[in-house]
């Protein structure tokens, strides 16, 4: 995706080498289990160890004194996606786990003693996002940009010096309106300099 502003060239391109969200300081915690990836959290826990998923949801309720606990669905097909509420295939979709946060974790977060219901569907809604902002980092929905200034050669050609750029951006739009920022502060630098000359 590019776009040209006066003399600056805007590429927006995919990050190729992003850095994993689970690596944040996240909320919610996130315990999967998948034979072909590694996903969510490092964590101890094993399926053996379980009679199945309620057998895991309710242990981990329990061990954890959970506030908020969302199941985790992987759609595996030409690539992978996260969601916490399934597909609609049921040949290339499973549960691969659940993200939940303990009270202890809600009380020191949000200075509370007591979590009411709003403060809970607040978190359940806090962890959604941290679900899809991870799904993003697993489809590749992570760019970068490059800024250039654009200037003409004796020849009739562009000559295209990169003035600055940035990684890390979760959706291209994100990233563009980001650039485009920047580069208004460049256009802004200019005109003071020719007020000035």
Same mark, same amino acid.
């Given at each position: 995706m590019?776009?040209?502003i006066?003399?600056?060239?805007?590429e927006?391109?995919?990050?190729?080498?992003?850095e994993?969200?689970?690596?944040?300081d996240?909320l919610?915690?996130?315990v =999967?289990?998948h034979?072909n990836y590694?996903l969510?959290?490092k964590?101890?826990?094993?399926?053996?160890?379980?009679?199945g998923?309620?057998d895991m949801?309710k242990?981990l309720?329990k061990?954890?004194?959970?506030c908020?606990i969302?199941?985790?669905y992987?759609?595996d097909?030409s690539?992978?996606?996260?969601n916490?509420?399934?597909f609609?295939c049921?040949w290339?979709?499973?549960?691969?786990g659940?993200i939940?946060i303990?009270?202890?974790?809600v009380?020191?977060?949000?200075?509370?003693?007591?979590?009411?219901?709003k403060l809970?569907?607040r978190?359940?809604?806090?962890?959604i996002?941290?679900?899809k902002t991870?799904?993003?980092f697993?489809t590749?929905d992570?760019?970068?940009?490059?800024?250039?200034?654009v200037?003409? =050669?004796?020849l009739?050609h562009?000559h295209?010096?990169e003035?600055?750029? =940035?990684w890390g951006?979760y959706?291209?739009d994100? =990233?563009?309106?980001?650039?485009?920022?920047?580069?208004?502060y460049y256009?802004?630098?200019d005109?003071?300099?020719?007020?000035?000359?």
């Amino acid at each position: 995706m590019e776009k040209k502003i006066g003399k600056y060239l805007i590429e927006v391109v995919q990050d190729n080498d992003p850095e994993s969200p689970r690596s944040w300081d996240n909320l919610g915690t996130m315990v =999967c289990f998948h034979r072909n990836y590694t996903l969510g959290d490092k964590h101890d826990y094993k399926t053996e160890n379980f009679n199945g998923w309620d057998d895991m949801e309710k242990s981990l309720i329990k061990e954890h004194d959970v506030c908020v606990i969302l199941p985790l669905y992987l759609y595996d097909h030409s690539g992978i996606t996260m969601n916490t509420t399934g597909f609609s295939c049921r040949w290339d979709s499973m549960k691969v786990g659940f993200i939940y946060i303990s009270k202890e974790k809600v009380r020191k977060e949000y200075n509370v003693k007591r979590i009411n219901k709003k403060l809970k569907e607040r978190i359940t809604e806090y962890l959604i996002g941290e679900v899809k902002t991870y799904d993003q980092f697993l489809t590749g929905d992570i760019y970068g940009y490059k800024i250039f200034e654009v200037s003409e =050669c004796s020849l009739g050609h562009e000559h295209k010096e990169e003035k600055s750029s =940035c990684w890390g951006w979760y959706g291209s739009d994100e =990233c563009m309106k980001e650039a485009e920022g920047e580069v208004e502060y460049y256009i802004e630098e200019d005109n003071k300099v020719e007020l000035v000359s």
